[in-house]
């Protein structure tokens, strides 16, 4: 990351920002659009969003005055209105891939079946792609990333967001040498199955994110462990870390033990520690009584090989060789604007699928009984949960990937615990684009 900032500015200098194009004007993406609007040489040029007046709503929140602002829904109004140096907003997000004047997309929505969509068409219009769908990744990103490499784009997750910043951990440890034993985040909830929209709630209302957050089933997936397990797995294809077992130990650590209880509790059973394997992904819970959504930490475990390095990595005495890089916060919209900059000056990804084979996959389990005939709803909501399995055992078993299950109709009972195969459903649409690619993703890429 260091020089970023000194690049950044020399195209401020020169008038040659960045132009940067936001589908979807969230909580995530006005944040974007806010923090680029602050740094330099870079520029969003148009916001896409359903709701006109959320898209007008973010470039307001980010200082742009009402009167450079116009709504455009066809590529000529835009592109003349961008030339006559507007800011542009539509509920056409065909615009943000067609336009000269797009070096960088930035998919927001948090639309799984629309990041296909949106991923796909910026990568042949030849657009840097960058999105926070992390559930669309660990679907189909690795199919994206070969057709962005091969269309000469950036296919690219987030830094700031908790695979991102775990990433960025990670090639720090492995640029010194360092031998990974295990990398992940600290996990909140407990990944019960009995949280969803409805419940969480009150602990939402109670929290800091309640004036940001709009979306309870979304925050309700990182309570029960969806968005946990879809992070980790992330972590897994950008790095051929595996998952040591289903849904991950989730071992209970406080805070203020975690510099030196999770290198010692993540090692091997032999050793002293809980894991089958190293060289794994996993997630640490919270003890009874810390808020439901609190603070997260991103870590990755290291082998030291002499004493200078168990001397120097020691925070706290700490048995064994173990030790710790890790990060108490993560600022996502903040941040993410960094995968931006390093896609269209150095093309190069902040976090993505990599090789030709995958780890990990997220499969789906019931969180209530489902019965014969019932529709899974929105990740967060009532019925199903996502948790990570090593991508061999999904293909071999035939489960469905977590991705895929909204909207699908069961085709027989399934007991609350219980995972989910393809054939107990019957997939809303089995001939979308995200069916496709991924059908695509399995006929061209193996597993580790």
Avoid at 127 to 137: A, F, P, Q
Avoid at 267 to 279: H, P, V
Avoid at 290 to 318: C, G, H, L
Wanted: one cysteine or more; hydrophobic letters at 40%.
């Amino acid at each position: 990351m260091f020089g970023i900032n000194e690049e950044l500015i020399k195209l401020q200098k020169n008038n040659t920002p960045i132009r940067v194009s936001v589908v979807g004007a969230g909580s995530m993406g006005s944040g974007m659009v806010a923090q680029m609007t602050m740094a330099p040489g870079m520029e969003v040029n148009i916001i896409v969003d359903k709701n006109i007046e959320r898209a007008t709503s973010a470039y307001e929140i980010a200082g742009v005055d009402k009167n450079q602002i116009v709504v455009c829904q066809s590529l000529q109004d835009a592109e003349r209105a961008l030339a006559a140096g507007k800011k542009v907003c539509s509920s056409k997000p065909e615009l943000v891939w067609s336009m000269k004047q797009t070096d960088v997309v930035v998919e927001a929505t948090g639309e799984p079946a629309f990041y296909a969509e949106c991923a796909l068409n910026a990568i042949m219009n030849k657009k840097h792609i960058v999105t926070l769908s992390v559930e669309g990744d660990v679907c189909i990103g690795h199919i994206l990333k070969m057709l962005a490499d091969n269309a000469g784009v950036v296919y690219t997750g987030i830094y700031g967001d908790e695979p991102g910043s775990i990433k960025n951990l990670y090639d720090e440890a492995q640029a010194l040498g360092f031998e990974i034993v295990a990398a992940g985040r600290s996990d909140f909830g407990g990944s019960r199955l009995e949280w969803n929209k409805e419940t969480i709630l009150k602990p939402l209302r109670e929290s800091s994110m309640s004036p940001i957050q709009y979306n309870p089933a979304m925050y309700a997936s990182f309570c029960d462990g969806s968005k946990t397990n879809e992070e980790c797995c992330m972590v897994a294809n950008a790095t051929g870390l595996m998952p040591d077992v289903r849904g991950m130990h989730g071992p209970v650590v406080s805070f203020q033990d975690f510099s030196h209880k999770v290198p010692e509790l993540l090692r091997k059973k032999e050793d002293g520690g809980i894991l089958d394997n190293t060289g794994i992904v996993e997630r640490i819970d919270k003890p009874e009584g810390v808020p439901v959504i609190s603070t997260v930490w991103v870590f990755v475990v290291v082998r030291a090989q002499n004493d200078y390095q168990k001397v120097q990595m020691a925070w706290e005495p700490t048995e064994g060789s173990n030790r710790i890089f890790y990060t108490p916060y993560h600022y996502i919209g903040v941040q993410a604007p960094i995968s931006v900059a390093y896609a269209a000056i150095h093309n190069q990804p902040s976090i993505a699928p990599k090789g030709k084979s995958r780890a990990a996959d997220v499969i789906t389990i019931a969180k209530k009984d489902l019965e014969k005939g019932d529709v899974i709803d929105e990740i967060g909501g009532f019925c199903v949960a996502g948790r990570i399995e090593k991508a061999r055992i999904v293909r071999k078993e035939k489960l469905l990937p977590y991705a895929l299950a909204k909207g699908a109709k069961l085709n027989r009972s399934v007991e609350k615990g219980k995972y989910l195969t393809y054939s107990d459903v019957q997939l809303e649409n089995d001939q979308s684009l995200t069916m496709q690619l991924r059908r695509l993703q399995e006929s061209l890429f193996g597993d580790l």
